[in-house]
């Protein structure tokens, strides 16, 4: 014998297209990851330079910043779109994880050297990644978890 527990909808967990928690996390861990990214190539000899469309060096605050306000727009975008669209969400993560993997050759075009390209590239490809990772659905997440289990 089963019993089922209704609820009513005045107090349902609303389902918001954009979970801004979830952005946040990683929009913050992409630009952790960055700064790590950008310390270790600092290091290691990278120039952190781009020639275009002017020669200068990429100051370690730009990387924060390239990475916290293309995530914010987009996903205030996707929020807006995703509330009258709810499938736009997921065209959206893996539209923002192939811009970012395919604009990771772009850096290769205006660095100074192959390092700094390089890394900078990887960086495009780590911005990618958490915003697909913050698009995706909680309980497809917890569902695979559960499933593996």
Same mark, same amino acid.
């Given at each position: 014998?089963?019993?089922?527990?209704?609820?009513?909808?005045?107090?349902?967990?609303?389902?918001?297209?954009?979970?801004?928690?979830?952005?946040?996390i990683?929009?913050?861990?992409?630009a952790? =990851?960055?700064?790590?990214?950008?310390?270790?190539?600092?290091?290691s000899?990278?120039?952190?330079?781009?020639? %275009? +469309?002017?020669?200068?060096?990429?100051?370690? $605050?730009l990387?924060?910043?390239?990475t =916290?306000?293309?995530?914010? *727009?987009?996903? $205030?975008?996707?929020?807006i779109?995703?509330?009258?669209?709810?499938?736009?969400?997921?065209? %959206?993560?893996?539209?923002? $994880?192939?811009?970012?993997?395919?604009? %990771?050759?772009? +850096?290769?075009?205006?660095?100074?050297?192959?390092?700094?390209?390089? *890394? $900078?590239?990887?960086?495009?490809?780590? *911005?990618?990644?958490?915003?697909?990772?913050?698009?995706?659905?909680?309980?497809?997440?917890?569902?695979?978890?559960? %499933?593996?289990?």
């Amino acid at each position: 014998m089963s019993t089922t527990t209704t609820t009513p909808a005045s107090t349902a967990r609303t389902q918001w297209p954009v979970h801004s928690s979830r952005l946040a996390i990683a929009a913050g861990s992409a630009a952790v =990851l960055n700064l790590i990214t950008y310390g270790i190539a600092s290091a290691s000899g990278a120039s952190m330079a781009v020639t %275009a +469309p002017t020669a200068q060096e990429i100051p370690a $605050l730009l990387t924060v910043i390239a990475t =916290l306000v293309p995530m914010a *727009v987009a996903g $205030l975008l996707t929020w807006i779109i995703a509330c009258r669209r709810p499938g736009f969400r997921r065209f %959206a993560a893996w539209a923002g $994880l192939v811009f970012g993997v395919l604009t %990771a050759a772009s +850096p290769m075009a205006s660095s100074e050297d192959i390092p700094t390209g390089a *890394v $900078l590239g990887l960086m495009h490809v780590i *911005v990618g990644i958490a915003w697909f990772m913050a698009l995706q659905s909680p309980r497809a997440t917890e569902q695979e978890g559960a %499933a593996s289990s």
